[in-house]
C-alpha cells in the first residue's frame, strides 16, 4: 500500500519515540484517483477523530474514527460547504 494512503499518529499517552507512531487501521484505495483523505479533525475526546474523505466533485464523507479502538463509529455524506461542531463531551 502507498504511504499516502495511511494515516500515521503519535500516542502521546505513552513515551514519544519510534514506537509510539502508529499507523491507524484506516484505508483509503491507492488505485482510486477520485478519493482521498482531505482532513483529520479532532475535538475534546482524544480517541476520537473526524476524517474528511473527498468523494467526488459534490461530495465529502466525514467518518468518525475511535483511535483506541480503531473502528469506525459513524459517517455522513455532505456537500462541499458544511462546518463540524463538537460538543463538550467530545461528540460531532
Same mark, same amino acid.
Not at 55 to 75: A, C, N, P
Given at each position: ?8 499518529? /503519535?500516542?502521546?499517552? =505513552? #513515551? $514519544?519515540?519510534?514506537?509510539? &507512531? ?5 484505508? *483509503? ?23 474528511? /474523505?473527498?468523494?467526488? =466533485? #459534490? $461530495?465529502?464523507?466525514?467518518? &468518525? ?5 480503531? *473502528? ?21
Amino acid at each position: 500500500m502507498s504511504d499516502e494512503c495511511l494515516i500515521l499518529y /503519535v500516542d502521546f499517552t =505513552k #513515551e $514519544v519515540n519510534n514506537e509510539s &507512531l502508529q499507523i491507524m487501521d484506516f484505508k *483509503v484505495s491507492p488505485t482510486d484517483n477520485e478519493t482521498w483523505i482531505k482532513g483529520i479533525k479532532y475535538g475534546v475526546d482524544e480517541n476520537r477523530i473526524a476524517i474528511i /474523505v473527498h468523494m467526488s =466533485k #459534490e $461530495v465529502d464523507t466525514i467518518y &468518525l474514527w475511535d483511535i483506541e479502538e480503531q *473502528v469506525e463509529f459513524g459517517s455522513y455524506d455532505v456537500g462541499k460547504i458544511y462546518e463540524l461542531i463538537w460538543d463538550n463531551s467530545g461528540n460531532l
